[in-house]
């Protein structure tokens, strides 16, 4: 999982006692400690200076002509910054505030203005207002109602305005088939160890992470779970909620969707 409106809706659990409880738990992406915990890994300073990049890349590819622009499921707002450093009108849409905050001191920072609005993305539209919108790095799909996905891809489309285009970024299933990591383990300069576990399940249909995190004496665990898509499934649910013109990309370059695909790329268009 990268960036990321309404994010997922699995549950998260951190110790065996919440675990275990009845009473019913929060979802995953509503509890601020999670990305105070984990935004240090999920975003890290080279994932910043690799933005501005990314951005030139997307322009090219959606041959984004517009001035507003949209990023749905912001984050610390990376990708929305560095759309508003080339001159764009941008609205950042996150719905966790600690997220929103490091965005905002960012933004100040580099003296840029962002619209930031701390929304959920299955509830936020605003009609015909944006020319492009983005939703990058698997912030797509944690829903555990599939009907939640199609919502926020209608939503999308009533935002756009007639000529405007979406891109979306996840990561695909087939590259997950060919190149899955059941576990990963890494340390960290601050001395911290991230260890990952990861199990597809639900048909193929789904991944299970679990996440530890280690600081000295204290050991922190993280789970949540999310849809994972195939190519085909979202052109045609893309198509099925009235976007024209889909295309399917493996990388930001522009490169065919294929067995050495580095990313799952759909840029549809409202006509």
């Given amino acids: 999982m990268e960036e990321h409106g309404r994010r997922p809706s699995p549950k998260m ?22 990305w105070e915990e984990l935004s240090p890994y999920m975003f890290r300073p080279e994932k910043f200076d690799a933005a501005t990049g990314e951005v030139e890349k997307i322009i090219a590819l959606a041959r984004f ?17 560095a759309f508003a450093r080339r001159g764009y009108v941008v609205t950042g849409v996150d719905r966790t505030p600690f997220l929103l905050q490091q965005a905002t001191s960012l933004a100040a920072q580099e003296n840029v203005r962002v619209e930031w609005i701390e929304q959920d993305m299955i509830s936020f539209v605003r009609n015909d207002a944006f020319d492009l919108v983005v939703n990058l790095f698997t912030a797509f799909g944690y829903f555990d109602d599939k009907n939640d996905d199609i919502q926020v891809l209608k939503n999308v ?18 590259q997950l088939a060919s190149k899955l ?17 990861r199990e597809i ?17 204290c050991v922190k665990r993280f789970k949540f779970h999310h849809t994972i898509y195939s190519a085909q499934e ?38």
């Fill in 234 to 271: 979202l052109r045609d649910r893309f198509e099925q909620v009235g976007f024209k013109n889909v295309e399917i990309f493996g990388d930001w370059d522009g490169n065919s969707y294929g067995p050495d695909a580095k990313r799952l790329i759909v840029v549809g268009q409202k006509i």
């Fill in 65 to 81: 002509q517009g001035e507003t622009v949209l990023d749905l499921c912001c984050g610390p707002g990376r990708h929305s910054i």
């Fill in 181 to 197: 990591r059941t576990t990963d383990c890494d340390f960290h300069p601050d001395g911290s160890l991230l260890a990952i576990k």
């Fill in 13 to 34: 659990t951190m110790n065996p006692e919440i675990e275990n409880s009845k009473e019913p738990q929060p979802e995953w992406f509503a509890n601020e400690s999670f």
């Fill in 201 to 217: 399940f639900d048909d193929w249909t789904r991944i299970r992470n679990e996440w530890t995190l280690v600081k000295g004496d």
């Fill in 157 to 174: 489309l009533v935002s756009l305005r007639a000529g405007g285009t979406f891109v979306l970024y996840v990561l695909g299933k087939e």
